[in-house]
DNA sequence: ACGCCTTTTGCACGCGCGTGCAACACATTT
DNA sequence: AAATGTGTTGCACGCGCGTGCAAAAGGCGT
């Protein structure tokens, strides 16, 4: 800092035995002044604080990681920041997490061999949990992260996995999409398109699979369906393009299902603005998510909004959990109708 | 986890002391192989990672930031997640920080009076700067940054302050500001509007004052301006429809120009969609930041650029300096014209 | 006022590693 | 062969706090 020759001319560290000495107690009484549940006198904690106040004070939770086997630190895994979505679901994770007392560690894994070295990463700061939102993670992964020191929670979020190892946060995406495919036949639509994102081995979304399934099981045809690599608006715009302006108006779909909203989005633009068609009148478009985009005059989308809020809940609930059984969870969201579809 | 007892049947923490007895050396030694300017033989390294390859182990970063002086861990407080930008900068952040060894504590600062909170939060693990990327922080908050305990360094990132206690990293919004002001002028518009963002006590971005400075400068007149309360599309959109519906046709602006791409999005979808009127030929408009969505057909904005990623790079640089003098810096941008101006 | 029970307070030890220096080994020089 | 220099290795101590238990203090009834 500019107006202090250097670290020598701060305040020492203040320390819980400065307190104490300060406060005429022990050092351990400080400690469990600042402790909620612990076991000290009203009269004493007012003592200790009122001194720990007056010297600038406040407990080292990285001194406290460090002795105890709790830190109260997470390691947020994201790999994908073209997607609109994963802005909000840092707001709600990161001000769950805060209000009760959990801090994030963010790490990019910066690229498609990164998850390894990135989960290592938060490893070393002995983090009580990790916390999967991206996509770029398979069952080798996985075993990199159990073989990982210190490894505790390993928590996937807003995506369905089934390995046991892991514990799932997710709205129920079957559930969600059943909605959406009857909401789709109950509009009258009935040549689907299904945009889908990039496969993985593990942690599907099921949405494309159970919406395949669902039109097969009522119309006995199998819907067309394409793959983007990832779930870039840009790159699904060019997929969508790609797709369509090879094939004559009559072979358009008439609904075109997107696995989210960073795809739909995607898909709006080429259908309004490359081809310049209409949505919903020649082509509607349905998304999952409500990014906030989605209000937006310019899409107007159908989308499916996860209870992201409620989810973030649950996981710092996960996190301060001990039991041992199957802390997976789905969660019900909402069929939110605009004008796209 | 689900495959095992608890917590007792992992292996066991295995730490350098563990290595040094497989490797036959003194733990120190450990330590010393996976520090990389470290004085050790070449040999001795080999069989020192062996064994630590074979055991599993990795250092622990936590326990070594409590014996030395540095963690290797920033603290980035944000506040403001509306803004898409934040996203980006967020994305460009990590890559940086992480490609070179440091670690990203994510800290929501949760409302108005979260500031200071958060920055004690901060301190309390260690952190070896805090970074803040939001608006909402005053002389006020500084100053209680300076009381926390173990305070570091405190960067402003993207944003100017003159503050001598900060270190500033930001694009130069003077020049920036001029150079949006002549393209505006050269492309004839004689009727701007600017709209800005909320304005706090210090760290202004000196974009508004600059362009209000200029035009008075060059025409004699003062422009039109307004405030939004914060950097959110939705905001802007609503705000910049009550001016404008209010008004004849013949007062509107021939050109908003933005403080941001934020504040931009919102206006234009306030044009074109509540007072169906064209972008540019109607009324023009100009953002700053080059968000991904500028790109977007619905869209196209004409804006400024930041150059992050060499911010990111010297934010870095500043971190791993011992330097006592002024790290301020700032750095050219670039416009980048599209067709909404 | 005494004994018993409950609440509150104090403490030895350890969490895993870094610092700074001392000791040591080996190669080079005279 | 001894002395000098260079590079390498080992170690005492401490970073700030939590755990688990023992000691002390306070409260109550008879």
Redesign the interface.
Known sequence: ???S???AS?PA??TADDVAAAAGVSRWTVNRAFKKEASISPATREKVMTAARSL????????A??AS?R?N?VA?LVDD??N?H???M??RL??AL??RGW??????T?DRDDTAP?L??A????VDATILIGIQFDDEVLEAA?????????IIFARTSEN??TISIAVDDVAATREIARYVTDRGYRRPLYVAGPRTVSAHLMRKETFLEFWRGRFGVEPDSVSVEAYD??LSAACSLELLETRPRSEHPDIIVCENDALALGVI?TI???LKLRVPEDIAVIGFDDV??C????YRLTTYRQPLTEMANYLVDVLESTE?G?LDRTFEGQLIVRESA
Request: cysteine-free; proline content about 9%; charged content about 25%.
């Open positions: 800092m500019k107006t020759a250097g670290p701060f560290n203040v600038g004070y406040i407990p080292d939770l990285s001194a990681a460090l086997a830190s630190l947020l920041f073209a609109p994963k802005l909000v840092l707001e990161t001000r805060r209000g801090d994030t560690l963010l790490v990019n910066l990135a290592l990463n490893s070393q700061r002995r159990h073989s990982a020191r210190r490894f505790k929670k390993l046991p190892d608006p840009i633009d309004r603005h490359r906030p985009q209000e937006s005059p310019n041992a199957n």
